[in-house]
């Protein structure tokens, strides 16, 4: 198990205290290969990106070299420093649960995918948590590498709301208490919360209709609050067509971090969507640049990432905040 910080303190911070509590921007963190080597770069501005590359039928391209890849900030190309297809680098994973009572004719359904999901993914190294959230956001399972013991907690995920008759309990993330679903809020509390003191590859898995209407918290703020993380957002659209999604919401949570959003309306789809995000968190380019803007102002900076055959698409989070001094 990897070593992490202590992170108690904040689990009992309700959701309006931590208005005033965002990090400052920590988007040029460690670099690959000081990771592997266990050690930090003081003063080094790399800033790391993890790109999948999808071909035009949407097939994954594992064999494309450095050269291949441009990357700008703000429109200026910069230079490709590090490059690395390596696929064993550790995956630092964050699994969230909609338990509220739209998802009620769902549930079972989500957490049998889920539970297969985390057992196809969770390799040694790896770490997972698991997060539910409705009128209130749960933790059921901390960092862990234990298969068990997810899978133990997604059981434990159940639907909470009060139109679904069940019991409404407080959570390790008190939120706002006046009922609906707290979406933005559970983003995030796991990003600010649980992803922000994480390195590497880090992952948000979201299995919600993305619909929100009880946080305190906007969508803007949980969309920074994972660019902050340096967390890429998957959003798997489950929903009831009585009930309706939130398309929109979700394809900007997805689309500014580098995420994908994959409307998921049957079992066999659900699987599949797992299945296609488990081969994405397996086939990651590491590229790093040092910026040629070496300000520290804390401005968030544009990132675009092309690659030679433009018939191919790259999907990598699509900017970061400097930091600031």
């Not at 993914?121 to 933790?139: G, H, M, N, P, R």
Request: with cysteine; net charge negative.
């Amino acid at each position: 198990m990897r070593p992490r910080p202590a992170v108690a303190a904040f689990l009992v911070l309700p959701a309006a205290a931590l208005l005033a509590a965002i990090p400052a921007p920590r988007a040029f963190g460690r670099s690959a290969a000081a990771q592997d080597q266990g050690t930090i770069r003081v003063g080094v501005s790399l800033v790391n990106l993890y790109a999948t590359v999808r071909d035009k039928h949407k097939a994954i391209v594992p064999d494309l070299k450095q050269e291949d890849f441009h990357i700008y900030e703000d429109d200026k190309e910069q230079k490709v420093a590090f490059f690395s297809r390596e696929k064993t680098l550790p995956i630092t994973l964050a699994l969230l649960i909609d338990t509220s009572g739209s998802e009620r004719f769902m549930i079972e359904s989500e957490k049998a995918a889920a539970s297969r999901f985390l057992g196809e993914v969770i390799k040694q190294k790896d770490e997972a948590l698991v997060i539910s959230f409705d009128t209130d956001v749960d933790l059921l399972a901390d960092w862990t590498g234990d298969l068990g013991e997810l899978n133990r907690a997604v059981r434990r995920a159940q639907i909470n709301a009060p139109s679904s008759g069940g019991p409404v309990t407080v959570g390790p993330f008190p939120t706002s208490g006046s009922g609906g679903t707290n979406f933005y809020d559970a983003v995030y509390l796991a990003c600010h919360d649980k992803m922000a003191t994480e390195t590497g590859r880090k992952a948000l898995i979201v299995l919600t209709d993305a619909e929100d209407n009880g946080s305190k918290l906007t969508l803007k703020e949980a969309v920074e609050a994972a660019q902050r993380a340096d967390t890429v957002v998957h959003m798997l659209l489950v929903y009831d067509p009585r009930y309706g999604a939130d398309s929109r919401g979700a394809g900007q949570l997805a689309g500014d971090t580098g995420g994908r959003v994959i409307d998921v309306h049957s079992e066999k789809k659900m699987q599949e969507a797992f299945d296609e995000i488990s081969d994405e968190l397996r086939s990651e380019y590491v590229l790093g640049y040092y910026p040629t803007n070496d300000k520290r102002d804390g401005s968030f900076r544009k990132i675009r990432v092309e690659v030679t055959d433009k018939d191919n698409k790259v999907l990598t989070r699509k900017g970061y905040y400097a930091p600031e001094n």
